[in-house]
């Protein structure tokens, strides 16, 4: 059975296939992971971003649906750049929320990737509480994982230990 690993540390130095981005629908850069794979990985990535808007994503990367780009010059061979919700508390958008991680992780396996590093998706510009994402994300990567053979491996990197704690917490009611 593939492998969940929760670590402590910075996205862009993972020495993984795949890294995935928490990025808006334009593509064209932002803040937090999003800033941080852009201004690491250097303007090649931009430069594929460009040549998906002037292609199928004219309108944009739609919530919960996730496309690949070269990883430019980080450790990663490949991008995967999805879209998480914006937090709400009027309406449920946790359906969304697992979209982008099973969306990833299939655009991932259809690359050829075995390891796969997530960031914890929508909680930070995008508001969403850590205990609810953290459920959302372990749950939607687990169930995918079972149907995704080729992916042996997917780490959560969390930016701080209080993210870790949640999600290890949060992984150990995990029925795997
Ligand atoms: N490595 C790992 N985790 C990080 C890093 C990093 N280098 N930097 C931040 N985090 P966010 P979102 C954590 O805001 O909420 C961008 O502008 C951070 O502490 O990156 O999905 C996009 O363009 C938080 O827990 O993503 C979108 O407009 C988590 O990663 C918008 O932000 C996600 O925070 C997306 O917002």
């Given at each position: 059975m593939a492998q969940i690993e929760l670590v402590v540390g910075d996205i862009t130095a993972q020495d993984v296939d795949v890294v995935v981005n928490a990025a808006?629908?334009?593509?064209?850069g932002g803040g937090g992971v999003d800033g941080a794979i852009h201004r690491k990985g250097g303007p090649e990535i931009l430069a594929d971003c460009r040549k998906l808007r002037a292609g199928h994503y004219g309108r944009g990367l739609k919530t919960g649906q996730a496309v690949a780009t070269t990883a430019g010059?980080?450790?990663?061979?490949w991008v995967v750049h999805t879209v998480g919700p914006v937090w709400s508390a009027e309406e449920d958008r946790s359906a969304l929320l697992a979209d982008c991680h099973r969306t990833s992780l299939r655009v991932a396996a259809d690359l050829g990737a075995r390891t796969v590093a997530f960031p914890a998706?929508?909680?930070?510009?995008?508001?969403?509480p850590v205990e609810s994402a953290a459920k959302i994300a372990l749950a939607a990567v687990a169930e995918t994982l079972d149907g995704?053979?080729?992916?042996?491996s997917v780490r959560f990197v969390l930016f701080d230990k209080r993210a870790h704690d949640v999600f290890a917490e949060a992984a150990s009611l995990l029925d795997r």
């Open positions: 808006n629908s334009s593509l064209l010059r980080l450790p990663a061979n998706i929508s909680t930070g510009i995008y508001r969403w995704t053979p080729g992916i042996t």
